[in-house]
């Protein structure tokens, strides 16, 4: 569960430039995903933009993404980000007045916003209380007849935890309730065999654990979800798209799979990227990844235990994060001295977020303690 964080760190310039502690919030680039976005920086700037050649590599890149996943390609959709997912899912149920989406209090907004838009159509957001350890038993007294979603994030972003969504999988198909998970803050940093965890849907974006830029997201729909109706339609969404580009009411059928819910072009510079991110993590391997992160977090653990600063969210391997730990500092006092002394974190809702990634070493949480040490 050991691999070579000095060589994988080579390639990430930034950690040369600062203590960087933020992949929570956005990944820095490595050289192996700066390469291929430059490559097709060069297609396009040589070739003028040989399209066919970037419309078969971003069937490579799917077809990579669903073995990443352990799903097949047709379950597989780009998006533009998490929240587009979110809501392409929302207005793609058939819900009807009365139907109701059970989510946890305090969750990730865009997730929330996505369905608190559809009570307009008289479905009904159940919000249940966020506890250190989410499972079956958290919806079960709150689901009931009328309960046809259950939206969550598989970590969450503001305190790290880590949700038992097996668990509530097993519940969901036990009640026929689809379940959405939101998998920004897990993908490329916890294993995630979807068909294994029995998630109905997954959305995420790409620019934390899987390394790349923003603007480009991934969705999953199983294909035992078949009452899904796309809530927009372009020639990309068929299953014929008209050669001749002149649109007919006789050629509407859909693609089959997550396909039928993309809606023209692509983010292809990134998609090119995203080959070269999931191969080089694939070197690694996230479950060697998840082994050294909640290593580096135990470390940073011992340290702020010496120091007497509290960590918000949970604390045991079962219910955490590997990578993300809020420590109980006032933001407002310690954010301005983090920057001063050249360290990258984020504020949150009570404190400062720690957020480690697969190039970090004990050296910078050793560096990072100093720090804190230095000011208290």
Not at 37 to 57: C, T, V, Y
Not at 144 to 154: F, G, K, P, Q
Request: hydrophobic share 40%; glycine share 8%.
């Amino acid at each position: 569960m050991r691999y070579n964080v000095d060589a994988v760190r080579e390639k990430f310039p930034v950690t040369g430039n600062c203590l960087y502690l933020d992949s929570g919030h956005q990944s820095p680039l490595s050289v192996d995903v700066k390469a291929g976005i430059e490559q097709f920086l060069d297609e396009s700037l040589n070739h003028a933009g040989p399209k066919s050649a970037w419309m078969a590599r971003l069937e490579e890149v799917r077809a990579q993404v669903a073995r990443f996943f352990g799903v097949s390609a047709s379950e597989i959709a780009f998006t533009k980000n998490t929240s587009e997912g979110c809501n392409l899912i929302a207005n793609a149920y058939p819900f009807r007045e009365g139907d109701n989406v059970l989510m946890l209090e305090g969750d990730h907004p865009n997730n929330t916003y996505a369905f608190l838009n559809i009570e307009k159509k008289g479905v009904e957001v159940r919000f249940v209380p966020m506890t250190e350890r989410v499972n079956a038993e958290t919806f079960r007294s709150v689901a009931d007849e009328r309960t046809r979603i259950i939206s969550l994030s598989h970590i969450t972003f503001h305190a790290g935890h880590k949700f038992d969504i097996e668990s509530i999988a097993g519940f969901c198909k036990e009640q026929g309730i689809l379940l959405m998970i939101d998998a920004m803050q897990s993908v490329g940093v916890t294993p995630m065999s979807l068909k294994e965890m029995g998630v109905s849907v997954m959305v995420c974006g790409s620019h934390k654990g899987l390394l790349v830029p923003q603007g480009l997201g991934i969705m999953y729909i199983s294909k035992e979800v078949t009452n899904l109706v796309p809530p927009f339609l372009a020639a990309a969404s068929l299953e014929n798209p008209p050669a001749d580009f002149i649109a007919s009411r006789d050629n509407m059928a859909l693609r089959a799979g997550a396909g039928s819910f993309e809606v023209g072009n692509y983010n292809l510079p990134t998609v090119t990227a995203l080959g070269r991110a999931i191969e080089l993590i694939e070197s690694v391997g996230v479950a060697n990844i998840e082994s050294h992160l909640y290593d580096l977090g135990d470390r940073l653990l011992s340290h702020l235990d010496r120091m007497g600063i509290d960590l918000v969210g949970p604390r045991s391997r079962d219910d955490r994060a590997p990578h993300i730990y809020v420590i109980r500092l006032d933001a407002d006092k310690w954010l301005p001295y983090f920057t001063e002394n050249n360290v990258r974190v984020s504020p949150e809702r009570d404190g400062i977020r720690v957020s480690f990634a697969l190039f970090n070493t004990e050296n910078d949480v050793d560096a990072f303690a100093s720090v804190v040490e230095k000011y208290l």
